[in-house]
């Protein structure tokens, strides 16, 4: 893998703002426009599969759908066959859909179970016969041509539309009023100007309780007093520590039980996870799925780095960098309600300290949002382990059945 192929990942979202998949690229090849070469797409295309497969628990991702952007040689290539057909949706030009030998190899997959998206379908006509091969099309509010189309060819339903390059939430309620229900893109990290002020809700303010008692060492007896206020925690709780595994060789069913099998560092790690998942905000499921990669990324790319005590503290760096959003408060107001080290909270305010360039490495593996080969020089890491980070947090956090 060269050097200086970086992997960034876009969610794609449902109308209620559920991630039901990610688009997977290379960096700098914006938008997926159709600048990577077919050498890269196989690469591509090749790695994901390798690293999203498993030949004991089959394709990571669940019911998750991966958008990758398609060439004809990619898609007559071996590397298809490994990788999950009613999971997997290849991206194609029309210039491409127009040859009839990638026609005949389109209709093969689609029979098979892939999924074909037509990108930039505002250039293609409203009546084209290439509707009735493909199961989706792309396109931007208002365009024109095969997006606009209401009706299909031949009778048969119409294709999936994915909106992209939405330019802010006015425009995103624009497109639900039109009908549009699934989206590609990174609008999740822009504020909502509609969101309230909220702060802890109960069950947080539980939480936030516990995390201070784990700090202090508290008796684990007083620990589960605090624990029994509220049912559902304990149900999640355990549900979470249980859902990926330990080898622990046996399931989590009390907090003592936990506390002796994990130790209080690791329970810290987990009440972060369930302080993060426990919002009532109504829009937070996309912001709670990338809390849980941005701090699973974190922690993967410090092991060999730092200590794995330090390690354990970037998975908490990564799950907080969301609270902000999440609570509807500055994050200076969240760490006046949670007390954090001084480390951490350095990283969650300027990504400086020992834990804020991992962190600043995590966003940066969202679109627009930092030089990944820059903060990977700068950890010492190469493209290779930032990558296999990355997919394998996305693995990780949809073991976590939030």
Not at 152 to 172: F, M, N, S, T
Not at 319 to 325: I, K, N, Q, V, Y
Not at 376 to 385: H, K, Y
């Amino acid at each position: 893998m060269s050097a200086n192929k970086f992997i960034v990942r876009e969610p794609l979202l449902s109308a209620a703002q559920q991630i039901v998949g990610y688009e997977l690229r290379w960096d700098g090849n914006e938008h997926g426009d159709g600048m990577a070469s077919d050498e890269d797409l196989l690469e591509l295309a090749t790695f994901a599969a390798e690293q999203l497969r498993n030949d004991d628990a089959g394709w990571l991702l669940s019911d998750s759908v991966l958008f990758l952007e398609a060439t004809p040689a990619l898609i007559t290539s071996a590397v298809v066959q490994t990788l999950p057909a009613k999971h997997v949706v290849f991206r194609l030009t029309a210039a491409d859909l127009a040859d009839a030998d990638t026609q005949k190899t389109v209709i093969e997959l689609r029979q098979q179970g892939y999924g074909i998206s037509l990108c930039n379908a505002e250039v293609v006509a409203p009546n084209s016969p290439l509707l009735a091969i493909v199961s989706h099309v792309e396109g931007t509010l208002g365009g024109d041509g095969a997006f606009a189309s209401t009706s299909h060819v031949d009778g048969k339903p119409l294709p999936i539309k994915v909106a992209r390059h939405i330019a802010g939430w006015q425009e995103y309620e624009t497109c639900l009023a039109a009908g549009l229900q699934t989206f590609i893109g990174n609008l999740y990290l822009t504020p909502r100007p509609s969101v309230e002020k909220q702060g802890l809700n109960p069950a947080q303010t539980i939480i936030v309780q516990l995390m201070e008692m784990v700090r202090k060492n508290a008796d684990v007896r007083e620990l589960e007093n605090v624990l029994k206020r509220d049912a559902t925690l304990s149900y999640k709780l355990f549900r979470y520590i249980n859902s990926v595994g330990f080898g622990l060789g046996a399931e989590i069913q009390s907090l003592r039980h936990a506390v002796t099998m994990l130790g209080y560092s690791p329970l810290y790690r987990w009440l972060s996870l369930l302080l993060t998942t426990a919002s009532t905000n109504s829009h937070s499921a996309v912001l709670m799925q990338t809390a849980i990669v941005r701090g699973r990324f974190a922690e993967l790319a410090g092991n060999g780095i730092l200590p794995k005590q330090e390690a354990e503290n970037l998975f908490v760096v990564g799950m907080f960098s969301l609270l902000d959003r999440l609570l509807g408060i500055p994050m200076e107001e969240v760490l006046e309600k949670i007390q954090l080290s001084e480390l951490v909270s350095q990283a969650l305010l300027t990504r400086e300290g020992m834990y804020g360039p991992f962190l600043a490495l995590a966003e940066a593996c969202e679109p627009d949002n930092g030089d990944i080969g820059a903060l990977a020089d700068s950890l010492f890491l190469n493209a290779r382990q930032v990558n296999e980070a990355h997919l394998a947090a996305l693995a990780w956090a949809q073991a976590i059945k939030i």
